[in-house]
């Protein structure tokens, strides 16, 4: 390395003066720092060469994902259009079928009202057998009542009264949907001496709730609402009753007899117990099998209705003595249990409802008069208004003259027209 002076002569004398030996480790030096720079330089130059590449490689990838999200987003967009527009011709198919459906709604309402009213005009087909009746009424002179056996073989002597009661249904005049507790079968029921109403949910078990009133149901959150009565035997089928604080039950056990059960409601004992009048267990109803018989309560007072054996078609009546649960008469009402899922008394008269397997609109198309006053003339064919599906039970009250019906797990109130029976 070369000391530099301001005086240019001395300078050169100086340089002359070093010793080459001495400049060696300096060259090395220099040549080294040279080459470590070129290294470096190389170095670098690469390592800027392979950033480079890979941004170059990032923009690529870049661009191409730039142009794969236009495209995914000029798709969504397409797919948006069509389906906002799917959607609209959607909405109004949806306006239209709805407008359809209330017209079928309309022309299904006005098809029943006129249903009902040729209903109410047309003949029923009534299953009472009546005796001949004398039409005209008069007073018999002594000369007709010694007529000779000649004249008298064509009549029959009438049999005495059962009811007298002189009612029979018109129309069903109104129905309220009271509410929808318990499962899809049950019986439900208001005692015609109280404002008491009583629930017993299922076809079998022995609770059985009560309300103070039917309001007081229809205000309740469920059965649990009412206060539970625990039965000392186990209820039944949906075929019992209410009368005069009294409960009339079926017990049906495994390995012994049907029996008929009378619980008093206030004192919480059971008062008697009657054995069943039918050796069988068929059941009363065809679509109701859990219901072996049915108690059914009006004017007159309590009934029985029950099949007398697996082989017998018709359903059967008996008038009961609510106070000792005598048997006092049993008819045959020739009303078929086939198709048959309920049926109540009013007035001494048998109305049996029938349905189908899939269950459609409930009709009464059988009638039975103990007094075989109700001729097919005047028995009403009634249809009731199509509401969920088939009664487990419909229960009559003769105070209020309604009915309360149980139609999957709904609570139905039937409010019911009378008239006068012909020839009474």
Known sequence: MALVYIESGRAKE?????????????????????????????????????????????????????EQSRRYHAEVQDFKKLTAETVDGLRSEHGALLKDLEGAALRVNRVEREMDHVESQTSPRACAVAADRVVEQGVWGPEERRGGEEEDDGWEELPSRVSDCVEIISAIRSVKILKRVGGPKGMWTRDPRSSRVYLLNGTSGDVVYQFNSVRDLS??????????????????GAGGAVYNGYLYYIKQEADADVQVV?????????????????????????????????LAVDDEGLWLLYADGDGEPN????????????????????????????????CGTVYVVYNTRLASRSRVECVFDVNG????????????????????SLKYNPEEKQLYGWDDGYQIIYRLTMKRKLLV
């Open 14 to 66: 100086l340089s002359c003066r070093i010793n080459p030996l001495a400049m060696r480790p300096v060259l090395v030096l220099l040549v080294s720092a040279a080459w470590a720079l070129t290294g470096a330089q190389y170095y670098y130059q690469g390592l800027m060469d392979y950033l480079e590449n890979r941004l170059l490689a990032i923009e690529d990838r870049m661009q191409f994902w730039h």
């Open 219 to 236: 205000r309740s959150p469920g059965v649990t609402g009412g206060r539970p009565i625990r039965l000392p035997f186990a209820w039944s």
């Open 262 to 294: 009378k619980y008093d409601l206030l004192s919480g004992s059971v008062t008697d117990i009657a054995m069943f009048p039918a050796e069988g267990r068929a059941a009363v109803y065809n679509l109701n099998p859990e219901t072996v018989a049915d």
């Open 315 to 346: 359903i059967h009546l008996a008038k009961m003595d609510p106070a000792t649960l005598d048997i006092e008469e049993i008819w045959d009402t020739r009303c078929p249990r086939e198709n048959a899922e309920a049926a109540f008394v009013v």
């Open 373 to 392: 006053v109700a001729v097919s003339e005047e028995a009403p064919l009634l249809y009731f208004p199509r509401r969920y599906g088939a009664h487990a």
